[in-house]
């Protein structure tokens, strides 16, 4: 799989094709990175109707929507180079970095601080988007997406669909993702200045 990603990472057309060990290794960084998080979210029950969502939920649903439509226009026209990129950027430095840094609190809610419909929210969410990335992922790396999916959802994730992109959800706007990214950042800009902890 780590292969596979380089192949498709270095394919951008009209680019020369060159072989980059380097890439390889994000490759294998990422199918770790995949790994992680769905063990994280294996520890939530995938709720079978979707709760009232918060806004960051409806926003991180809204944004993935967007970019799995543009995924599935590359698809169409046999690209595998905007679909790994794109699933890479969203998933690793969103999806990880900030959506699920905000919601552990709440999908744990070890404190009692969020009422059961917000718990869910979460898990919904996380379920939501983790089934989305890996199926629209699955082409291009077949055997960690498989891995997990059989293991959270117990079939493979070749017997499912592409996850296409659902139109309530295209119209909807997204950009608390932006404010989200924009804000942390900048507090974590702030933090290594002072060299204080991130978390």
Known sequence: DAFRFW?????????????????????????TKLWNIARFISSFPK????????PIDEATIAYLNKLLAGI???????????PVNT????????FASHYI?????RAYNTEGKYTRSEQEAAWY????????????LAPIMPFVTD????KLYGTSVHATRFPEPEK???????????????????????????NMKLY
Request: glycine share 4%.
């Open 47 to 54: 709720p079978s109707t979707a709760p009232p969502l918060k």
């Open 101 to 105: 840094e905000l919601v552990k609190s």
């Open 168 to 194: 309530e959800w295209l119209g909807k706007d997204h950009e608390l993702v932006i404010v989200v990214v924009n804000v942390n950042s900048a507090i974590w800009s702030y933090k290594k200045q002072k």
């Open 147 to 150: 891995a997990i999916y059989e």
């Open 72 to 82: 599935d226009r590359a698809y169409s026209e046999l690209d595998v180079y905007e």
């Open 125 to 136: 969410t996380l379920h939501y988007v983790l089934d989305r990335i890996l199926r629209a």
């Open 7 to 31: 192949a498709a990472a270095a394919s951008k057309l009209g680019y020369d094709y060159r072989f980059s060990e380097q890439m390889i290794k994000t490759g294998a960084l990422f199918a």
């Open 87 to 94: 699933l890479y950027q969203f998933t690793w430095n969103y």
